[in-house]
């Protein structure tokens, strides 16, 4: 799972194609063998737990990227392709295909 950030002890990853189990785009935030899943739409947590304080954070940092993004442009863009990446079908070469391509 690639590491996209890591402050006050918490480490940040995002699978790109972790959609099993929430449907929707998220990150996992890891805090000493602990871990949670937030939803990259909204910050709401999904899953797992992590203490009050550090779940804070983690939505502090989500709404700091994502006004960030929306500086330069790509926040829209980057929800639009995390949308996308789960409704797709991966076929054994590893490439992500649209749900329609894959017949």
Known sequence: MPTISMFYGIVICLYFYDDERHK??????????QEASFSILDGAQLSGEIPVAKTRLVQAWMKYI??????????????????????????????????????
């Open 66 to 103: 994502e006004s960030l993004c929306w500086l330069i442009g790509s926040w829209p863009l980057t929800v639009k392709l995390l949308l996308q990446s789960i409704r797709c079908v991966r076929r054994d070469d590893g490439i992500c295909y649209p749900c329609c391509a894959a017949k």
């Open 24 to 33: 929707l785009p998220h990150i996992h935030a890891k805090y000493q063998g």
